[in-house]
């Protein structure tokens, strides 16, 4: 089977079935907006503007910087920034000079940033100029590969006015002091030209961006992906989106050159906000609005609703948990959001009533996608317009991607049509492999019929239909008496309750049936519930093996700054019954 032949009826009218032209340098993708699209807007920070000719030149004098301080081609540079109007300059200029970008979570502690440092062998690194996160950098730096700090300060990126008034209060994050031999970002775009060096990049081998990831199993890994894999997935999901600009007008390609406003509320310095948000807006020259804390205001996420009443965002990628954030705002109905036209749900199932309710106050359209850091991350997405869309799965194979169903055991047997399995992806986006981790590319990969394929670590199905549905993380499967438990099913359940906002399970240990389920609940506010209550309403729609065992209610959730809920702080905090 080919992704020629996708076995699907629904396949969209229009859209390819596979790719050409995507074996280019990442950061043609600015050059191109650049040369087209000058004085359009690229970023927008603190309603500071840059526009793409701006971006270039100071991504062409960090590159100058680079090369002129001893980094060569395929050394490895890390970001440990937030969505900060600093990232896409420091990304594509880290390109530009061919290195490769490491990414790395900005709120990371030390002990894990120097992890990631040396597994990568990081010669340099930006940090903010932050007075927890420098010094955070600056501990983890220590017996590390890395030789050069920049830091990076926001005041030069926010209006002139806002920037002098806030830096009167001490509002601008800074840190207490500077060690001197780190160089600052500001000094940097005043010292050097904008004279990016010359390079031969081959796209197919040549190395973009590092993404760390815990993978199927152990430690993080580093997930190495080549320029090809991030274009790839990039024009891909060019030609599937197809999106109804005015109420009666046709379905048509997202249209380029300033038409649209990107929210950035997922984090860049993760594969899913780095794609499909960053690199997306620069793809279709595109406004981005710069969001270093979704969570911002008071109450929270407050900050998001102004901004996409604001700036008249119109597509907004991101995951369930801010979805539902937002739809459970207190002050939902005091801001406008029918700017939005189009939203990418991806990084943990969505709900079906959230996109129902976040749908009805938006008038917007949520598509589901799935893929992993190791994917670029995109690799499945459900049609974009409401007609063919299935809400619960994720959709077709992007176009020139294929997904098999393989055996749970040896990852070797194709599973019949309906039946679970372990999902297996080949495409141009599959990542060239771990970094420096041989025994794991030989566990993760797999030749079937002359094709490579990545084994994820997902367990799903294909229905009679083509349409790809994900039952559960491999790992996160639980096993009650031999039978095999998938969270994201009761989760869904207790979703439907009207009272929980937020509901996580997770197995624990359990001396009588080997495993137990868990439940954790954040009810909405002001809602009160018993576990009777709960288990009661998951008696009428599980059967008994599935019904929560123990039911933690919580006045919080662990969630990760991409909004992630962090299954592995429930795991770490119980013991068992």
């Known amino acids: 089977m080919t992704a020629a032949h996708w076995p699907t009826n629904q396949w969209p009218e229009n ?28 970023t927008v920070f603190m309603d500071a503007t840059r526009t793409y000719a701006q971006v270039k030149d100071s991504a062409d004098r960090l590159a100058n910087f680079l090369a002129s301080n001893g980094i060569e081609k395929g050394d490895r540079v890390a970001v440990n920034l937030p969505n900060i109007a600093h990232f896409p300059i420091v990304f594509f200029g880290i390109l530009k000079a061919g290195a490769v970008c490491v990414s790395c979570n900005p709120f990371y502690t030390s002990p894990e940033l120097h992890y990631q440092l040396n597994d990568a062998g990081a010669k340099a690194i930006f940090c903010m100029d932050h007075p927890e996160q420098y010094p955070v950098t600056v501990e983890a730096i220590k017996d590390s590969s890395v030789q050069m700090v920049v830091v990076c ?15 009167m209060r001490g509002k601008i994050p800074k840190a207490e002091q500077h060690k001197p031999e780190h160089r600052l970002f500001d000094h940097i775009m005043e010292s050097y030209g904008p004279a990016a060096p010359e390079l031969e990049i081959d796209p197919l081998e040549d190395l973009a961006v590092i993404f760390y990831t815990a993978g199927t199993t152990g430690m993080p890994k580093g997930a190495a992906l080549t320029h090809s894999n991030l274009t790839y997935d990039l024009k891909a999901l060019e030609e599937w989106a197809r999106l109804q600009h005015e109420p009666e007008g046709p379905i ?38 710069c969001i270093p804390d979704p969570r911002e205001g008071d109450p929270p996420y407050t900050e998001v609703l102004r901004s996409i009443q604001k700036y008249k965002a119109t597509i907004m990628p991101a995951v369930p948990t801010i979805f539902m954030s937002l739809i459970n705002h207190p002050k939902l109905n005091e801001y406008d959001l029918t700017s939005l036209m189009g939203c990418f749900s991806g990084g943990a199932p969505l709900p079906s009533e959230v996109c129902r309710q976040f749908e009805a106050n938006t008038g917007a359209i949520i598509f589901e996608g799935y893929g992993l850091s190791e994917t670029a991350p995109v690799a499945t997405c459900n049609p974009t317009r409401r007609s063919m869309r299935k809400i619960g799965t994720v959709g077709f194979p992007l176009p020139g991607t294929n997904i098999k169903i393989l055996d749970m055991e040896t990852g070797s047997h194709e599973m019949p049509l309906g039946a679970d399995g372990e999902i297996a992806i080949c495409g141009p986006q599959v990542m060239k492999g771990y970094w420096n981790q041989p025994e794991a590319n ?11 394929y990545f084994l994820t670590g997902d367990i799903g199905h294909i229905d009679e239909d083509g349409y790809i549905l994900i039952t559960d993380r491999k790992k996160d499967m639980i096993i009650v008496g031999g039978f095999n ?8 359940t207790l979703m439907e309750h009207p009272k929980i906002e ?37 008696k009428e729609r599980l059967t008994a093996y599935k019904c929560p065992k123990i039911i933690e209610f919580r006045d919080t959730m662990p969630i990760s700054p991409g909004g992630k809920l962090m299954r592995r702080k429930f795991r770490d905090d119980t013991t068992g019954v």
């Not at 249209?255 to 620069?282: D, E, N």
């Not at 197995?507 to 519930?529: C, F, N, R």
């Open 252 to 289: 048509e390609p997202v249209r380029k050159g300033g038409y649209h406003t990107y929210m950035g509320v997922i984090p860049w310095y993760q594969s899913f906000g780095l794609t499909v948000c960053m690199l997306s807006a620069c793809w279709s020259a595109s406004r981005l609005v």
């Open 442 to 452: 030989e566990f993760v990969f797999r030749e079937i019929a002359g094709n490579r």
């Open 485 to 492: 438990v998938y969270p994201k099913e009761i989760e869904n």
């Open 153 to 167: 300060n926001v005041r030069s990126t926010m209006p002139k006015f806002k920037a002098i008034l806030n830096g």
């Open 502 to 538: 937020i509901a996580a399970i997770v197995g624990v240990p359990d001396s009588y049936s080997g495993e137990a389920v868990q439940a954790h609940i954040q009810l909405k506010k002001g809602e009160t519930a018993t576990e009777e209550e709960i288990r009661a309403f998951c």
């Open 15 to 42: 859209v390819a079935r596979d790719i050409e032209d995507y074996s280019r340098p990442l950061f043609s993708c600015l050059d191109a907006a650049a040369r087209d699209y000058p004085d359009q807007v690229y």
